[in-house]
Nanobody, 125 residues
Framework: QVQLVESGGGLVQAGDSLRLSCAGS????????MGWFRQAPGKERELIAA????????YYEDSVKGRYTIYRDHAKNTVYLQMNSLKPEDTAVYYC??????????????????WGQGTQVIVSS
């Protein structure tokens, strides 16, 4: 069974950068779609970035395009989210998730069936 643990969140100022990590255990993540979601207070959880089995296959939600980069290290069984030029509206709990059905649609939110516990990101203005 897949287990995911996020780390790297924190309190930063607008314009700063953070890198979130999602370490997998229990199974190798290599063959699964991996996604980063976030949930701000009072809002629904949204998919903001995802990566397929090949490192060049990525998806970004419009609000993070050009600022966030998702990548994975198969040897470390870890997925990362590099977040640059952070804005106060990026404040949220960030979750890592895995889709283990061997599908290919990165934006298929319902496919993500294993979740981490989340890591808080707060961006002050």
């Amino acid at each position: 069974q897949v287990q995911l643990v996020e780390s790297g969140g924190g309190l930063v100022q607008a314009g700063d950068s953070l890198r979130l990590s999602c370490a997998g255990s229990g199974e190798m993540l290599n063959f699964y779609r991996m996604g980063w979601f976030r949930q701000a207070p009072g809002k629904e959880r949204e998919l903001i970035a995802a990566i397929g089995r090949t490192l060049s296959n990525t998806y970004y939600e419009d609000s993070v395009k050009g600022r966030y980069t998702i990548y994975r290290d198969h040897a470390k069984n870890t997925v990362y989210l590099q977040m640059n030029s952070l804005k106060p509206e990026d404040t949220a709990v960030y979750y890592c998730a895995a889709a283990t059905d061997y599908g290919t649609d990165l934006a298929q939110r319902s496919a993500y069936n294993y979740w981490g516990q989340g890591t808080q990101v707060i961006v002050s203005s």
